[in-house]
């Protein structure tokens, strides 16, 4: 069982590593959105270091989402998901490892890039660990939560913007601790409260999670 | 007596037609009866005059919005437990009309607050708690609309209708904590006062006209799902 995860996540992860374009293009469209606020709002150092912690999240949650279609399109596409779903491994566990492995190429990147984005933003160099590890909790979560509307949608007309609408509302919960801890330690009432909360709901989605995964995967491909 | 005799669509579909007249009936008098209470009975409130009468619209279609979320996510529930075909198509049927309390509650909200706020749209906990509610309607549409095969249409459904009632606490609770960290024009509602009993009155006659109003029409729509499906 752990075996099968195990072998996913390295499948998934040299997948990703031959085709490293696709990864960096998801981590660029976060930087660039997150360069695309100080030319909208102006450059008024106060104002960015108020609004840094909110775009930087926002920013992860469109970066991590994007690449969700692809979670699982490739594997539908090419049959190899119907032999995991025959294979003897449970599918809940396959699930749980395609998601880790997403997390991997999706969000872990991010929480390495946004204390360069914070330093653009002018963020006091204090809150950079609050940032990355809020980022490190949260991103997980985006990408479990995102795996279950990427099943849902697989091989439907228009998934791509449709995965958006059925994903980002319930990204709200992640968002508001992700940036609300940042905000905190800024303040100097430290952040540990939602970052505890954020650890919360990762625990919790990595436990419930990967059973909605798998049943919306034999739901699309029954 | 044998619950699963009226899960069969075709044994149904007589019943929702009964029922559908019966509530719509039902919906319309009690519509009338707490309109009447309600603009002509009640006084007028001291604080903020004859604007408050917004609320015998508005608190009933704010109830609805959360309340048949609550039902959808059940039938999603019972048809992937039971796998019966009609406790997808009562969650279908369902959706739009939570959508429409859910998108009243914010119209009659905001149009309340312009004179009483000052302003159409605050960031408040339970207007934004509703905004992301009516969202979540929209993608359960916007996914069920999107199937083709609607046996994986109802599924597809029902599961993101579970997983949207699990996350709903969990954003209502965040938003409320967001929302005090920012305080910003909010006003706070927590501590209602005092309500005159005519005021009351209305506004439960006018919740039962919705509950009424809410069975009806999904009645009807399930009638036509089943047409469309079983013909």
Known sequence: ?222 | MNWFWYASPQTFYPLAGRIALGCGIAAALLAAAGLYVGFFVAPTDAQQGEVYRVIYIHVPAAWMSMFIYVVMACWAALGLAFNTRLSGMMATALAPTGALFTFIALWTGSLWGRPTWGTYWVWDARLTSELILLFLYLGFIALQAAIDDPRRADRAGALLAIVGAVNIPIIHYSVVWWNTLHQGASVSMAKAPTVAAQMLTGMLLMALAFWAYSIAVTMVRVRCIIREREA
């Not at chain 1, 912690?53 to 049959?79: E, K």
């Not at chain 1, 025959?86 to 190429?105: F, R, T």
Request: glycine share 10%; hydrophobic share 65%; aromatic share 6%.
């Open chain 1, 1 to 222: 069982m752990v075996d099968a995860a195990i072998s996913i996540v390295r499948r998934d992860l040299l997948l990703a590593w031959r085709r490293r374009g696709d990864v960096a293009t998801a981590l660029l469209f976060f930087i660039i959105v997150a360069s695309l606020f100080p030319l909208g709002i102006g450059a008024e150092p106060n104002l960015l270091r108020a609004i840094a912690p909110g775009v930087i999240w926002v920013a992860a949650l469109l970066s991590s989402m994007l690449s969700l279609s692809r979670l699982f399109a490739a594997d539908h596409a090419d049959g190899t998901l119907e032999q995991l779903l025959l294979g003897a491994s449970p599918l809940g566990v396959i699930a749980a490892a395609k998601a880790a492995a997403h997390w991997i190429v999706a969000g872990l990147p991010l929480a390495a890039v946004a204390p360069l984005i914070a330093l653009q933003y002018d963020l006091p160099s204090a809150l950079y660990p609050v940032l990355a590890l809020s980022l490190l909790l949260g991103t997980p979560v985006l990408s479990m939560i995102g795996a279950i509307g990427a099943a849902l949608t697989l091989g439907v007309r228009g998934g791509g913007i449709l995965l958006s609408l059925l994903v980002l509302p319930l990204y709200v919960p992640v968002l508001i601790l992700g940036a609300g801890s940042v905000d905190m330690a800024s303040a100097g009432m430290g952040g540990e409260g939602q970052l505890l909360l954020l650890a919360a709901l990762l625990v919790a989605s990595c436990a419930f999670a990967p059973w909605a995964i798998a049943a919306a995967l034999r739901i699309s491909m029954e």
